[in-house]
């Protein structure tokens, strides 16, 4: 999944019966096909799906990420696996986790290893990873960060990072409600039923992680994208309390 900026205009409205489940609408959103894909939040904002990307080779900024691992990775929302095979052919370690039994299909197909599993559910190798990638606006995922980090947290070894995708400075933390809308190249528009996600910036990145208890190293940019290497720091840890909205 990914999250941009705001669409240039706005997606036509669907009919009150179009409701599907969540997984079956981010599998619309992996077909290749001609089509445009929008994330509706509840706040009002729209954002754009670049499902070429998705399907394409890693591009400069995932590339950076690649370049960021130094062992076994698992790439959480993985979508088609573009991330997960990149990290194979670096010669990593390196299992893709989606909801989506069509991203799994996809990211194996492209000869990269995926398993069908949400990231709140048992996963391979808990503990052992060195690095968790959370591309593409999956912080999202769960619409609660802060639980999602601490989940990170258990699956990284010590030493390890959790590698996040960022909002460019200026939005905080967002969480809300959002739902997936497609329009197909034939005018068809497809609606999906709601589900909580969350939206997190570079600067309120270092309060979530507080609170999920990780520190933030470094934010860093890789063209126009935003991303931050956050670590389990050496000292002890007690929550300092809930990031607020």
Known sequence: ??????????????????????????????????GRHWLLHS??????????????????????????CAGPTLDVGCGPGRLTLAL??????????????????????????????DVFAPLPGEGRWAHVLLMDGNIGIGGDP???LGR???????????????EPPGLGLWRGRSSLASLSADGEMRRGGAFNWARLDAVAVHEVAAVAGMVVPEVFRAGRRWFGELAVPVRPWAPSGRAGR
């Open 88 to 117: 194979t052919r670096a010669g990593h370690t390196a299992v893709g986790v989606d909801v989506s039994a069509q991203a799994v299909r996809l990211t194996r197909r492209r000869g990269a290893v995926a398993v069908h599993r």
């Open 146 to 148: 802060v639980a999602l």
């Open 152 to 166: 990170c947290r258990e699956l990284v070894r010590p030493g390890g990072t959790v590698i996040v995708e960022l």
């Open 1 to 34: 999944m990914t999250l941009g900026t705001r669409a240039a205009g706005n997606p036509p409205a669907s009919g009150a019966g179009d409701v599907e489940t969540r997984e079956d609408g981010f599998a619309a959103a992996l077909d290749r096909r001609p």
């Open 43 to 68: 706040d009002g904002r729209r954002s754009p799906l670049p499902v070429g990307r998705w399907h394409g080779p890693p591009e400069p900024a995932s590339r950076a990420v690649v370049a960021r």
